[in-house]
């Protein structure tokens, strides 16, 4: 699947860079009717003349059948979302001061993981990356990049501490990253829920004190 991999990747660019060449669409559309890959899309390729497929309906066509096949860009073709996920590193490093980690945390590209993904290391050299990393296909949108780096940092930092935080002063319950109302929060489930603080200005809401994991587990 190598020659489809690089015809999607083509394709891909073509998109984003707007010079979309047809051949690579029929191309691409044949290969992966090589691989039985018979959706409407690929078929449409297949069978019209390009010279009939108009540039809109091309460009149309090519969307399809990127969908079909659940291409996905990456960190790679797509550096924005690479971009997103530090402007949300930024945010979450302001709550990091709390738990009493200090310095400027990185990003850092995982090229070992497949599906190549994201995780965080420290100032101090420690790499967090506990449950697996942040994919590229979180990072479209800076709210829930936001949201889902938080969790990998909590859950990290859990695993290594045994030490549950964010945590909610008024319940004593460990707090999650979550979205809410198209916003990235640290989230209570106490009293049938609430926020504790927007991700990134926990130090306004009792600091987001420890708890040990036993309470933690009591708190599930």
Known sequence: MSDTA???RKV????REDNLDPQDVVALACELLDWSHRTEAVLEVVERNPADVSPAEMTALARRILDDVDF????DLAPERLETLRAALRIVARDLATREIQ???EIEVLEDWFPVGAGVRLANGERLGWGGPVLPSMCDEPTTALANLAIL???SLLERTWRVWPVCPRHDLGTHGSERDGAAV?????????????IGELSGAGRGRDADTANHRRSR
């Open 12 to 15: 891909y660019l073509g998109l």
């Open 153 to 155: 940092i909590q859950e």
């Open 72 to 75: 996905d860009p990456g960190f």
């Open 6 to 8: 690089e015809l999607a």
């Open 186 to 198: 640290w989230w209570c489930a106490g009293d049938g829920g609430h926020t504790l603080a927007p």
């Open 103 to 105: 310095g400027e945390p």
